[in-house]
């Protein structure tokens, strides 16, 4: 088990980019619970702007650094699905990679344009075609009644100035409403996950680990250990 300021800054030659300790740990423990934890590696970079370097970074390291497959998983809360995929073009296209004009439904991957280049993952929070963040994705796993009535919750108390969240950052509200009404309340998103009150099995869900388990071989044995 790694520790607390290694577990998410993965060196694996298969490893997933995402933005923050939460995107990393949410997502290894999804993947904990489809049995393919062990087949990638996660690096956060710390902010979106972190993650997007990153992941440029590495497809112009040195052969001994390069990934063989390598993934990156951004959110699209502060702009537009467009937006963000012009950011992705823009880091693959002067490697020679032939990116799809939009981004792919179930994930996008893209092959190596050259030997020695890694196949490459793209997912857009929360699913590919609307703008959003992890907890969008979230809220998708988790009872739609509850999500609807924590909705309801979040609003009334800005309305009422018991808060004042930007209208970007209601997602977060609302599933952390949600999250507070569990026992033990306020887990952490990735131990929400492995106490099951996020279905790991949903539609989403299922399509999220579909494609890491094309863009990341079994064959693989990363130890993503969280």
């Not at 949410?26 to 902010?47: R, V």
């Not at 699905?81 to 296209?93: E, G, H, V």
């Not at 919750?153 to 969240?165: S, T």
Request: aromatic share 8%; proline share 6%; glycine share 8%.
């Amino acid at each position: 088990m790694g520790s607390p300021s290694t577990r998410c800054k993965s060196e694996e030659r298969s490893i997933l980019i995402v933005e923050g300790v939460d995107d990393c740990h949410a997502i290894y423990h999804l993947a904990q619970k489809n049995k393919c934890e062990e087949t990638f590696g996660i690096y956060e970079g710390g902010s979106d702007e972190g993650a997007l370097n990153h992941f440029g970074g590495l497809l112009v390291a040195t052969p001994n650094r390069k990934p063989t497959f390598m993934g990156i998983v951004l959110d699209c809360d502060e702009g537009s699905i467009q937006d963000r995929w012009a950011q992705i073009q823009a880091k693959l296209s002067p490697s020679g990679y032939v990116v799809p004009k939009t981004p792919q439904v179930e994930g996008t991957l893209v092959r190596p344009p050259s030997d020695g280049m890694p196949t490459v993952g793209v997912w857009l929070m929360p699913d590919n075609q609307n703008a959003g963040a992890l907890e969008e994705f979230l809220s998708r796993l988790a009872p739609t009644g509850a999500v609807d009535y924590a909705r309801e919750c979040a609003r009334a108390a800005r309305q009422k100035n018991y808060g004042n969240y930007k209208d970007a950052h209601e997602s977060k509200a609302v599933i952390h409403t949600y999250l507070a009404w569990q026992d033990v309340p306020g887990k952490r998103l990735g131990e929400a996950i492995s106490a099951g009150l996020f279905d790991a099995n949903a539609e989403l869900a299922h399509r999220f680990i579909q494609w890491l388990k094309q863009l990341f071989p079994e064959t693989n044995s990363a130890h993503a250990h969280l």
